[in-house]
T-cell receptor, first 109, second 116 residues
Framework: GQNIDQPTEMTATEGAIVQINCTYQ??????LFWYQQHAGEAPTFLSY??LDGLEEKGRFSSFLSRSKGYSYLLLKELQMKDSASYLC??????????WGAGTKLIIKP | GAVVSQHPSRVICKSGTSVKIECRSL??????MFWYRQFPKKSLMLMAT?????????EQGVEKDKFLINHASLTLSTLTVTSAHPEDSSFYIC????????????FGPGTRLTVL
């Protein structure tokens, strides 16, 4: 079956750095997305990786290793507004998005 | 660019009534739209894939007669929850497939449905 694993919840301190991991087992791979979702709102796009390596976009970076079925989202200089759920999703061979359950990130002052 | 709107944002209805939710791509044409359902503290669950001008493709376990999907134009898809029951109460989110080369989905703001 298809499976996306990510931690349920993480806590970090304002101004610090946090890494959210995602491992996946899917039928085929056409890219991996990270989305941010605040409570009661729809997801918003953060990043897309299809090749191995690190993609940096401001305070957020996303890494992919296809051979290991592994990705992480790195958030630097954490701000209180970064408190949200972070969803990892993989586009499978049918170009269907397979979603992880999301990681709830709690930022403390 | 790539804005998706959803209406209504919140709806409360009586059990047995039908509710229609609209999803519009405002500044791009979307041949493919997706309808998701999300329970509290859970991830998104794909209900169906909606293609303009053709019948929607429903995921296993989703009743097509209960959740009617119509994708009548390149900018509008509708989801009608027929004969709603309290267990249909949920957060419904639509997304539209963008025009970029990497199949990014742009999400609407979601509709909170409460069935009394």
């Amino acid at each position: 079956g298809q499976n996306i694993d990510q931690p349920t919840e993480m806590t970090a301190t304002e101004g610090a750095i946090v890494q959210i991991n995602c491992t996946y087992q899917t039928s085929g791979f056409n890219g991996l997305f990270w989305y941010q979702q605040h409570a009661g709102e729809a997801p918003t796009f953060l990043s897309y990786n299809v090749l191995d390596g690190l993609e940096e976009k401001g305070r957020f970076s996303s890494f992919l290793s296809r051979s290991k079925g592994y990705s992480y989202l790195l958030l630097k200089e954490l701000q209180m507004k970064d408190s949200a759920s972070y969803l990892c999703a993989v586009l499978d061979s049918n170009y269907q998005l397979i979603w992880g359950a999301g990681t709830k990130l709690i930022i403390k002052p | 660019g790539a804005v998706v709107s959803q209406h209504p944002s919140r709806v409360i209805c009586k059990s047995g009534t039908s509710v229609k939710i609209e999803c519009r791509s405002l500044d791009f044409q979307a041949t493919t739209m997706f309808w998701y359902r999300q329970f509290p503290k859970k991830s998104l669950m794909l209900m169906a894939t909606s293609n303009e001008g053709s019948k929607a493709t429903y995921e296993q376990g989703v009743e097509k007669d209960k959740f009617l999907i119509n994708h009548a134009s390149l900018t509008l898809s509708t989801l009608t929850v027929t004969s709603a029951h309290p267990e249909d109460s949920s957060f419904y989110i639509c997304s539209a497939l963008g025009e970029s080369s990497y199949n990014e989905q742009f999400f609407g703001p979601g509709t909170r449905l409460t069935v009394l």
